[in-house]
């Protein structure tokens, strides 16, 4: 069975760093793509940033690009998210996201596994 443990989150200010982590088990890490999803307050779980099985491939949205990296550790099963100048705008509940292609993790209805979800809070 494969888990996907988000860790990080919290409360911050608009300027603030902050980094995601999530740790997963259950299957080979790396066999897997992985991902970032956020779903803010009465909005739909949106795609934030991929990274390919091998790391070499990266995909953000505009909202995020130049902010935001990710990036995977295979020794230890692992995938980050580091987020820097952090705005209100990001405030969602974030989820990790897996899947057997960069592909699969890139739209909310493909992907294979999913984190339980840590909340990300910027105030202004």
């Known amino acids: 069975q494969v888990q996907l443990v988000e860790s990080g989150g919290g409360l911050v200010q608009s300027g603030d760093s902050l980094r995601l982590s999530c740790a997963v088990s259950?299957?080979?890490?790396?066999?897997?793509?992985m991902g970032w999803f956020r779903q803010a307050p009465g909005k739909e779980r949106e795609f934030v940033t991929c990274i390919s099985k091998t790391g070499n491939g990266t995909n953000y949205i505009d909202a995020v690009k130049g902010r935001f990296t990710i990036s995977r550790d295979d020794a230890k099963n692992t995938v980050y998210l580091q987020m820097n100048s952090l705005k209100p705008e990001d405030t969602a509940v974030y989820y990790c996201?897996?899947?057997?292609?960069?592909?699969?993790?890139?739209?909310?209805?493909?992907?294979?596994?999913w984190g339980q979800g840590t909340q990300i809070t910027v105030s202004s």
């Open positions: 996201a897996a899947g057997s292609t960069i592909l699969r993790v890139r739209r909310r209805e493909r992907v294979d596994y």
């Open positions: 259950g299957r080979t890490f790396s066999s897997l793509a």
